[in-house]
């Protein structure tokens, strides 16, 4: 099977959607993998503070050739630069700011998002151990907490499961899952099917029915 | 701990950390190797020192900073957030030589806050429901959220950009991360800088860490301060 068969919107595309969520002076955080290509696609007129928990709110983009400062870097450990209205911060704070809800939108990689919200994506048991990080502390606190995945597994299976079968990151955290297929809102038992990508059917998702709500979306947010 | 009638200013890392011994537990502030205290590692890398507990978010990175304490096999227990691009720490926790304790970062730093400002615990839905909780106290308030105490240390090393001779400190940029956390929750706190300047000289308004949590200062020299990951503008 070929993806290009496949009607599903493309990595770019997935992100595209999650920007759209964004609004006017929003402050959102960036998780490290396929949520840091999100900058480079805003809209320059899409005013936003962009925090990094390492201890800065209000991340630009990147530093001219031969500018960058080793003391201004994103959690990534990348060189940065900053805009107008930026401020540094201690690490205590910068949680302080996650965790005390202050923060409108995280936006995170994921391996496994079930069906009451829970989130795995930082240990597979037997591989490599990185470390959480910030992980379990982004997923508690930011008003929406939005997960950006491919939809299957290398297996071929949907990483949206009635249950996490990896170690939580946390627990009835998730309040939206974007992927190559669509939009999915986990709450009570169920994956709320808030939008699909064109030409994509319910079937291709390959969840089981007992998983799904399909009812009508208002396609507004927040869903 | 700091020397009657001289002050707290010291000649260099060596003499300020005189009386550090195998067994401590010691905090390096620093994310990544930004803002890392380059010549008190450096200092510690080179004394007869073993068995240390290290607190640091990242046990250096890319095989600087405190990688020089994994390489010299001085450090017993590691309490961090994340090992990632650290291959050194990586291995020598895999073989058993290093014992590893991962926190996640937000509940890192607020422990090392609490133990800096006198809190005896607090609970935190971090890592409820999560390895995390294993074997602690989970208490249902909004959501459930897990009673977690505070981390203390022996020394704290830091680094700021400038420092006066009372030991109020100014950070540069990003570089302040976990460092006036760390100064707070230990007995000793060590910090070298950039640039030592008189009393005076860091406007009030302007200090981000009052001396009162600084014991020793010294002029640093010879920084690196590298970059981990360089990323240009196209």
């Known amino acids: 099977m070929t993806t290009s068969a496949r009607a599903q919107w493309t990595r770019e595309e997935m992100l595209r959607e999650v920007i759209a969520l964004f609004h006017p002076g929003c402050s959102v955080n960036l998780g490290i993998g396929l949520p840091t290509m999100i900058p480079e696609l805003m809209p320059p007129d899409l005013d936003i503070f962009i925090q990094s928990e390492n201890g800065v709110l209000g991340v630009s983009g990147r530093p001219a050739k031969g500018e960058a400062s080793p003391t201004l870097i994103n959690a990534g450990k990348e060189t940065i630069t900053i805009r107008k209205g930026a401020s540094f911060f201690d690490s205590a704070l910068s949680f302080g700011m996650i965790r005390g809800g202050h923060i409108d939108f995280c936006v995170l990689g994921g391996m496994e998002v079930d069906s009451e919200g829970s989130l795995a994506n930082w240990i597979v048991p037997g591989q490599k151990i990185t470390g959480m990080g910030g992980a379990m502390d982004l997923v508690h606190g930011a008003k929406q907490v939005i997960v950006v995945m491919t939809h299957f597994n290398k297996s071929g299976d949907p990483k949206l499961r009635e249950k996490c079968a990896l170690p939580l990151t946390g627990m009835n955290c998730v309040d939206l899952v974007v992927t190559e297929l669509g939009i999915f809102a986990p709450r009570g038992g169920k994956f709320s099917v808030k939008k699909l990508a064109p030409g994509v059917s319910i079937d291709a998702l390959k969840l089981s029915a007992s998983l799904l709500r399909t009812e009508e979306s208002s396609g507004k947010f927040p869903y | ?234």
């Not at chain 2, 020192?49 to 990688?67: A, C, F, H, M, P």
């Not at chain 2, 590893?100 to 607020?110: D, I, K, R």
Request: contains cysteine; hydrophobic residues 45%; aromatic residues 6%.
């Open chain 2, 1 to 234: 701990m700091t020397r009657h009638g001289r002050g707290k200013v010291f000649a260099n890392a060596i003499d300020a950390l005189t009386d550090f011994e195998s067994g401590m537990t010691v905090m390096s502030g620093g994310f990544g190797l930004c803002g890392i205290p380059e010549n008190s590692i450096d200092a510690i890398a080179a004394m007869p020192v073993k068995d240390l507990t290290v607190i640091s978010n990242n046990i250096g990175n890319s095989g600087r900073g405190l990688v020089k304490l994994l390489r010299n096999r001085q450090i017993k227990n590691a309490v961090c957030s994340y090992v990632g691009g650290n291959p050194d720490l990586e291995q020598q926790m895999l073989a058993d030589e290093v014992h590893v304790t991962l926190v996640p970062q937000g509940t890192f730093s607020e422990r090392i806050r609490a133990a800096g400002l006198g809190i005896r615990a607090f609970y935190t839905p971090t890592g409820a429901g999560t390895m995390v909780a294993e074997g602690k106290e989970v208490r249902v308030f909004d959501k459930p959220c897990v009673l977690e105490l505070p981390l203390h240390a022996d020394f704290a090393i830091i680094k700021a950009q400038r420092g006066d001779v009372f030991g109020n400190l100014w950070f540069k940029e990003a570089a302040r991360n976990f460092s006036p956390l760390m100064a707070m929750a230990a007995k000793v706190t060590v910090v070298e800088v950039e640039e030592l300047v008189p009393m005076g000289e860091i406007p009030a308004e302007d200090v981000h860490l009052p001396g009162i949590f600084v014991q020793r200062i010294y002029q640093g020299k010879n920084y690196r301060n590298d970059i981990e990951i360089l990323k240009e503008a196209p």
